[in-house]
Each structure stands twice: as C-alpha cells, then as structure tokens.
C-alpha cells in the first residue's frame, strides 16, 4: 500500500466517522514564536485543547496529516538522522482528535478497527502498551480488541504519560506496537541479541522482553492515543478536566514501512525517489550495505526538510529557525561531498520530493522557484568553503585506523571550532559530528567565549557615547530623586507637546540629567524606532533632551540642563517635524515588508531594522541582490498603497485574537498577553509599539536609496519617504540636469532617454580614441615611444636593460604602453616611471626570453620600489608598484639598473 494511499484511508476513515479534515498548518507555529517548528498534530489545537479557542465550525472533531520538523531545540538529534531506521528531519503526522468530546472508548476503537479494518494487520502481530495505572484503558483493550493481557503492557510515566507543559493538561496514553519480525521481508535482529524477544515461534512476552525488544527494533511503535484527562496544578495536584479530550499521532513514514515489508522507513516509497535521484547523480547505486548509504540516506531526507521549510516562509540564517534550516542544508551538502560531489546536489533531489509531495502540499509547487533557487544558493556558498574548511579539519582531527574506536584522540581547541564556523561556514554540530566520527572532542565552551567575544566586539562597535555612560546601574533606586511613585502615562502617540510634572531625576556623570515625567511624549528607541529629541522646560530651567531611555518600566529623558532644576510643573516639547518625518517612516518600514513578501515571496521577513527622522533601513531574508525591476515592482507597490490614503487603524488586542486576525509576530520577540496592532487594511497587519501616521497618505512618497547584502542570506534596504524623497528626487534631477548640460542635451524635451542616447555616442567616440592610441603605441612600427625606449636599452651581461621616467596620463594607458614594450623588447627588461594622479607608479617588464630563464618582474619591482619605501608586485612578465610622490618614485629610477643589470647576470 503505497503513502499516499495510507494518507487518504486515514483521512477518509476519520470523515466517516464525523471528523473534520483540518489542512496541516504551516511548519512555522503561527501563534507561538516561541516554538522553534511544527513537531506534532495538536499543535494547531494547543489553544482548542486549553479552552482559549472554540473549533472554527463548531466540530469538536477533527483529523490531519500534519507537517512535522524535529531538529533543533530539545529535539536535536540531527546527527542520528541517515544512520537509523526511523529518524527523520522531516515526517508526517496523522492523526484524530476529540476537544472534549469521544474518550477513551471511541479513540480505541478507532485505531483498533483502522489497524485490522484498513489496513488489514493480522491481530496477531499487534501488542499495546498502556500507563501502569490506568486500569481503564487496560480493560477497554480486552473489551473491544479482545487482546489477551499477556500483550498488554503497562509501562511508567517515562512512556506513557503525557503533558503539554509542567502544568496545565496531561494524562495517560496508550501505544500500539506491530512486530516488525513477523510483518516485514527484510527485519535482523542485532549482532549478538539474545533473550525472549528474538524468538520468532514466541507469541507472549514478558514485559522486560517487550521493552527490551521494543527498544531493539523488533516492536515499533505506529500510533500513540493521547488522554488528556486532568489538569496540573502548580503544587503537583492533579485535578479532572472537565471535558476531557484526545490527541493522537501515527507516523506516515512508520506505517508505509509496515505496509510495504519493510523494517527501514527508507526503503519505502516516501523515500526512494530521492535516494535513486541521488544514485543517478553520484553514479553509484544505492546498497544499504554499502559503507556510504548512509550519505544516501541523509540527503534524501535532508531534501525533504528543505523544500518543506522553505515553502513555508523559513529562510536561511545565522540564528532561530534560520539556523536550523542552514545547518541541514550544509549537512546534506557535507554528505554530497563525501560521495565526490563538489556541485550542486541537494537541489535535485529537492525537485524530486516538489514532484512527488506537490498535489498533496500545494505550497511546494506554489514556491517551486523560490525553493530551487534559494537550495542551490546555498549550495553554492557552503561549496565555496567546504574544502578549505574540511582540509582544517585534516589537520585538527586527522582520520587513522583509530577511527571507529571508543578512544579519544584529542580535542579541537574552541577557537579553532569558531574560525571553522566564522571563516567556513561549518555550524558547530556539524564539526562536533565530523570530530566525533574521527575520535575527537570539541571545546563547546571555548566555542561559546570566542562566538560570544565575537558578538561583545560588534555591540561595543555599534554603541555610541551615550549609551555607555548610560550602564546597567541608570536605574538604581538610590540615584534618584523622587517627587512621587505614580504611574507614568506615555502619550507620545496622540501628542508632540505635553503639560506635565517632573516625577523623578537624577544627575549624570557626564553631566547630562535623566528626567522622569509624569506624562511624557518622549518615546524611548524600542522596535527600530530612534529615541526622540526635544525640550524639557520648568521654572528657571530647561533640559535640552538629546537621549530617551527605559528603566524599570518607567521612560527618562536625559539631556544637558541650563538652569537649576526642580520638582513641580514642566512643559515637554518634541520637534513636530522631527516625529512626523519619523512616523513616516515607520509605517513606511510596515508597507515595505509587506512589498518584499509580495514581490519576492512569504520567505522574507525582517532581520532588523532602524527608523529614524531622515530616512528608514530595512534587513531582511532573501538569498541574493535584487533585480532592478524587482526593486521597481516594491517601491511602486508601496506608493500605490500610499496613494490610496487608507488609515491606519491602531488597536490593543490579546496576543491571540491579534495572530488569528493576521498580525505578523516576529519569532523571537517576546510579546505580553495584549499586543498593540497596527493594521494597515488590504496592505499590512503587525505587531508593533512604535509611532505611526494616521493615514498612509501622509507618506506622500517612497524612494529605495539602496539595496546590498548585510550577512549571507540578509539583504538590506535604505529608503526615504516625504520630504527626504522629495529632496532626493528634486537633486536628481538637478545632476540629470546639469549631465544635459554638459551633454549638450535638453533634458526637459528629451528626458533621460535623450541623455542615453547622447552617452552612448560620446562613450562609442572614447572607445574608438582608446583604441586609435593602442594602435600608436603597439602598431607597426613599434610607435615612437617603443622605438625610442628600445634604441637607447643597455647591453649588460645576459641582456639589455631600459629604464625611463615618461608622461602619461593614466594606469591604464600605462599597462597599455607595458604591453606595447615587452611584444618590441623579448630579450630585455624595462623599468618605466610615470606620475599619475600625484603618485609616483613603476612598470617593470620581462621580455619572454628573459622570463623563460626564470627572471622574474613581481621580484624586480619589490626591490626597486623599496628603493623609495614603496611596494609592488605582479605576474613574472609584467608588475607594478606605488610610491609615495615624484621625490620617491625619481630615487627608485636612479638604482633600478643596478638592481636589474645584478638579476640579469645571475641567469646568463
């Protein structure tokens, strides 16, 4: 029975049995940015089962095929992945549940009659394992599977007791086993396995034999039934759910294995596709038995990992799920290479698992380009380094007939650990796995100190003055003054002006002041947004606020104080243009992320970002430069939407109501129970705290300055709106003016196309002159230069040497000239001088006859440019050297022949 086949029974079955087939959600969990991946079938409900949310059409049943990803985080175990029958990256979980509805009796049932019904697997080949409390699940397995209590198994906590957290709901569950020795063609028991269990003729087990072979591979697990039927309280108590409910999962990949005699989850049609693209690409058939299969193995579920992941919006990166992403790709592309492939591999086998899984998950075969494109990149900048990074590791961890043995050999150092990951590329499971294999241990710690070394060095780099004169002690209780503790209220969204009191202060070291307001507009930097500037004025004082920042919950201005300052009232004041060129911005910054994912695809999210008065910076995924009609498609896309004058509506919502409407979380952030919304209708929908405008028509206008990669995988964008665009555009066009200008053009009749044309002829007129002096310098006759430079040469022993001082214009009409002398001169060395843009340069040139008795101009010209304290260097037949001014590159000519006529009768 093939997957697809199992899939649809599954779904079908629990239709029939009024379910409600639910979509698998995305990979990315979109309401919990703190779980790093999908990995189970009720993540999606987390929030039905916990009672927040209701079902979306009231059916308190429901089933799935799930996406699932278990790498990174508590589940870690890539490295077992290719190398046992039944790890994966990447599977599919089935599954049906009852939000307070069926119990235990139906969920058993359920299974039971699927198992033996649709699938057809002979009762005699299944066992169940239930909690070793749970009496009641124990006696509705005989009951309704008439399963003898001898193949019932009750095990502890560890197996089978299940909770979503360490409080909250939880209860027992039950597990259904099927004995792979007698169900599949191809099952071994283990070198050396002895006991009850490997006993085929055997029909009961005793519980250590069940567990012992359960563990060995011998009984595997297909479906898991989840019976959530208390609640946990803090103290450990545990108290009845009111309406219990079931959660149950099977792998896919599990039970195709079973249903095509197989024992190995590989060998099944879920993955043979990839494992004999792989063969066709690397030449050499797949044999499990071979030494290397495994590598087969990885790459084709490594494979599946990636085109999922990628479908769903995750982009490669140095952090989060980023992370995990990039470290399976460069997994997949280390085991390419150990089977010899030093090209792009993996993308191959990803069109392959597109084809074959595209009907059932349409985002495959709605992102097949981005998926392609983004796999190879990657490819491509991992297999730039890879052979340097491994030719390290040769040295760090060198492979002997050790390898294998339990022995340790040695460890690799934590600085060597982070230039493998800062200069190669290697992700640190990646050098622990190859370490590993080959005997070695690696200094984790010394890996964290030099990656945290790393990262200390880039903050200090970023931090300005003020900032480190406002430390971590800035909100010490005791360095203060206070008038009063009262709640402090922000209103910087409605106000750039505010009649308020001064709540606290306190005097700086660096003479500036902090100031506390009652009511402040002062908004401190948070989400990219800049701390605002401004004005604080009292009675006979005044703070000129150059900083804003946040200390226990309360906001502070800080800045130089005229006067002497005291409690009462006091008059806040923020530049009006200051915040309303900002606001600009930042709802620009909102328009811009929703072009990006618009034009280049839902993989884009923000990787950063600043807001400032003057103009906005954007970081975001993407894996290469955009295309300027890219760049064209996202700035008009945002200025339509400016142009539509929508407003923006702002509200406070609960963190979930806030995610079901649509609102983009950034993973990572941490966000409280209610969120502030910033919707833009029809364009945009985020999270945010920052300011905004009232109605995107107050932009008036966006323009991208720039577009560059920051980090692999990170692009940024710098663009202006209002004002600054307008300034932008307005000298635009006065340089495109003053280019008519100079062209002889009028730009206001012809446009920028006229000046096009006129450009093309002159740069047609330069390159026809360029070439008219080549052909002075080269032609026939060798050109008077030439001639002139060849006439005068010295004959010492073993050649002719000729050194000049002559006037030119530019380097490259100087190499041109070098070119034209070495084709005169094959049995000479020329050393030529020439002033060029206020610096002295030398052309050293070895004649082919020369250079074929092993005379060298890189050589020559580092010791005749030391002469006058410069440096060069070059190819054998042609170098060159700077040198400070005229003064130097005159005293480098008078010893040049001295130098060359030495080096000449070395080879003679």
């Known amino acids: 029975m093939h997957a697809s086949e199992i899939r649809s029974k599954f779904l079908q079955y629990f239709a029939r049995q009024s379910h409600a087939i639910r979509e698998s959600s995305s990979l990315v969990p979109g309401d919990d940015p703190t779980l790093l991946f999908t990995n189970a079938g009720m993540v999606q409900f987390k929030k039905i089962f916990l009672g927040h949310d209701d079902p979306p059409d009231g059916n308190r049943r429901a089933t799935t095929s799930q996406k699932c990803v278990r790498a990174g985080g508590k589940h870690n175990d890539l490295e ?237 990166s140095n952090d989060g799920r980023g992370y995990v992403l990039r470290r ?69 961890a060198p492979v002997d007939s050790m390898q294998g043995s339990s022995e340790i050999r040695g460890t690799i150092s934590g600085d060597d650990t982070f230039k493998l990951y800062d200069t190669f590329g290697f992700p640190i499971d990646l050098t622990e ?167 280049l695809g839902e993989h884009v999210h923000q990787a950063g970002s600043v807001v400032e008065p003057d103009r906005l910076r954007f970081d975001f995924t993407h894996h290469g430069p955009l295309k300027p009609e890219q760049i064209e498609q996202i700035e008009q896309w945002v200025n339509n939407a400016i142009w539509q004058n929508t407003d923006v509506t702002i509200t406070e919502r609960k963190y979930t109501d806030a995610v079901a409407l649509g609102a983009m979380a950034l993973f990572g952030e941490k966000y409280g129970d209610v969120v502030r919304v910033v919707d833009i209708p029809g364009f945009s929908t985020e999270l945010c705290g920052g300011c905004h405008v009232r109605n995107v028509g107050a932009i008036a206008l966006l323009r991208i300055v720039s577009e560059n990669g920051v980090s692999a995988g990170v692009r940024r964008i710098v663009a202006v709106t209002g004002p600054k665009a307008f300034e932008m555009m307005h000298q635009r066009e006065k340089a495109l003016e003053l280019i008519g200008e100079k062209l002889k053009v009028n730009v206001h009749a012809g446009g920028a196309e006229a000046i096009g044309k006129r450009l093309d002829v002159v740069l047609e007129e330069k390159k026809t002159l360029e070439k008219k002096l080549a052909d002075a310098l080269k032609g026939t006759g060798g050109g008077n230069v030439v001639q002139s430079l060849v006439a005068q040469a010295k004959t010492v022993k073993g050649g002719r040497v000729a050194v000049e001082q002559i006037e030119i214009s530019n380097i490259k009409d100087f190499q041109a000239l070098g070119d034209a002398v070495r084709e005169a001169f094959p049995d000479g060395v020329a050393v030529l001088g020439a002033s060029i843009d206020g610096k002295g340069t030398l052309l050293v040139i070895v004649g082919d006859a020369l250079r074929a008795k092993t005379v060298n101009a890189g050589a020559l010209v580092k010791d005749i440019a030391a002469l006058g304290g410069g440096r060069g260097g070059g190819k054998p037949h042609m170098a060159q050297a700077g040198l400070a001014d005229a003064e130097s590159l005159a005293r480098a000519i008078a010893g040049a022949g001295d130098i060359v006529s030495r080096a000449l009768e070395a080879v003679a």
């Open 80 to 316: 077992q992945v290719g190398h046992t029958a039944r790890h994966h990256t990447f599977f599919e979980m089935l599954g049906n549940f009852s939000f307070g509805d069926y119990f235990k009796r139906d969920a058993i049932t359920f299974a039971w009659e699927f198992i033996t019904t649709e699938l057809k697997i002979p009762k005699e080949h299944l066992r169940v394992s239930v909690f070793f409390e749970d009496d009641e699940a124990r006696a509705l397995w005989r009951e309704i599977a008439d399963i003898p209590d001898s193949r019932i198994y009750g095990l502890g906590h560890a197996d089978n007791f299940w909770q979503m957290a360490d409080t909250g709901p939880c209860g027992p569950c039950t597990e259904i086993y099927v004995d792979l020795a007698h169900l599949t063609t191809d099952f071994a028991f283990p070198a050396g396995a002895t006991g009850e269990w490997t006993d085929t003729k055997r029909t009961d087990f005793s519980k250590d034999g069940f567990v012992e072979g359960a563990e060995s591979g011998r009984f595997l697990e297909i479906w898991n039934l989840v019976f959530m039927q208390f609640d946990r309280q803090a103290d450990g108590t545990m108290l009845p759910l009111p309406k219990p409910s079931v959660d149950t999962g099977a792998g896919l990949e599990r039970i195709a294995a079973v249903m095509q005699g197989v024992a190995n989850n590989y060998h099944t049609d879920l993955f043979k596709p990839m494992l004999n693209e792989v063969a066709r690409i690397v030449g050499t058939p797949y044999a499990y038995a071979n030494e290397n299969s495994a590598s087969y193995r990885v790459i084709a579920d490594h494979a599946r990992a990636t085109a999922f992941l990628l479908a769903d919006g995750v982009f490669p």
């Open 328 to 396: 399976i790709l460069r997994r997949a592309v280390r085991h390419a290479w150990l089977l010899g492939r030093r090209e792009p591999t993996l993308v191959y086998i990803v069109e392959k698992v597109i084809a074959q899984m595209r009907d059932v998950y349409p985002e495959l075969h709605v992102r097949h380009k981005h998926i392609v494109e983004t796999t190879r990149a990657e490819e491509e900048r991992f297999l730039a380094t890879i052979d340097g990074g491994m030719s390290r590791i040769e040295e760090l």
């Open 433 to 599: 796995l190859i370490a590993r294999e080959r005997g070695y241990l690696v200094d984790i710690a010394g890996f964290e100190a030099a990656l945290g070394a790393q990262r200390k060095m880039s903050q200090e780099e970023r931090k300005s003055r003020k900032i480190a004169v406002v430390n971590d002690d800035f909100g010490d209780d005791d360095k203060w003054e206070r008038a009063n503790d009262g709640v402090q209220t922000f209103v910087g969204y409605d106000l750039v002006e505010a009649d308020t009191t001064v709540a606290a202060m306190r005097h700086l070291d660096d003479g500036r002041v902090g100031v506390v307001l009652q009511e402040t507009p002062f908004y401190a930097e948070s989400g990219g947004q800049v701390s605002d500037r401004g004005t604080i004025e009292g009675d006979g004082w005044k703070v000129d606020v150059d900083d804003v920042k946040k200390f226990g919950g309360r906001i502070a201005a800080i800045g130089m104080l005229t006067g002497k300052m005291q409690f009462g009232k006091a008059r806040a004041k923020i530049p009006a243009n200051r915040r309303r060129d900002t606001e600009r911005n930042h709802t620009g910054t909102h328009l811009l992320h929703a072009a990006l994912r618009k034009v």
